[in-house]
């Protein structure tokens, strides 16, 4: 899951949830902060590894224990209160606020 743009703080997209939704451990490269919303064990950091050879090989490394501890934490973080935040339900309530200050 390769974003767009990966220089903007707090940048994150449906990539991410997505690819855990479908049950996969997502290789990501985005934002410089992902860490901040999404716990570094519900995925692969693309950044830290530089180039694609050297992250080829991180991830014929994982074995299946590493890989099942990926999918229990992505369990848990798409079972947490911390996925409001990218939630329907959180867009609503911003946008009701901003609606709410326009109108006075």
Same mark, same amino acid.
């Given at each position: 899951?390769?974003?767009?743009?990966?220089?903007?703080?707090?940048?994150?997209? @449906? &990539?991410?949830?997505?690819?855990? +939704?479908?049950?996969?451990?997502?290789?990501?490269?985005?934002?410089?902060?992902? =860490? +901040?919303?999404?716990?570094?064990?519900?995925?692969? %950091?693309? /950044? +830290?590894? /530089?180039?694609?050879?050297?992250? #080829?090989?991180?991830? +014929?490394?994982?074995?299946?224990?590493?890989?099942?501890? #990926?999918?229990?934490?992505? /369990?848990?973080?798409?079972?947490? @209160?911390?996925?409001?935040?990218?939630?329907? %339900? =959180?867009?609503?309530?911003?946008?009701?606020?901003?609606? &709410?200050?326009?109108?006075?």
């Amino acid at each position: 899951c390769f974003e767009n743009l990966s220089e903007v703080n707090g940048y994150i997209t @449906e &990539k991410i949830f997505e690819a855990m +939704k479908a049950g996969c451990v997502p290789v990501y490269y985005s934002t410089l902060n992902l =860490h +901040k919303y999404i716990p570094e064990g519900c995925y692969i %950091d693309a /950044r +830290k590894t /530089r180039n694609l050879p050297k992250l #080829y090989n991180v991830l +014929k490394s994982i074995d299946e224990s590493t890989y099942q501890t #990926y999918l229990d934490n992505i /369990r848990a973080f798409l079972n947490s @209160e911390k996925t409001y935040l990218f939630s329907t %339900d =959180h867009l609503i309530e911003i946008m009701m606020e901003a609606i &709410k200050s326009v109108a006075g």
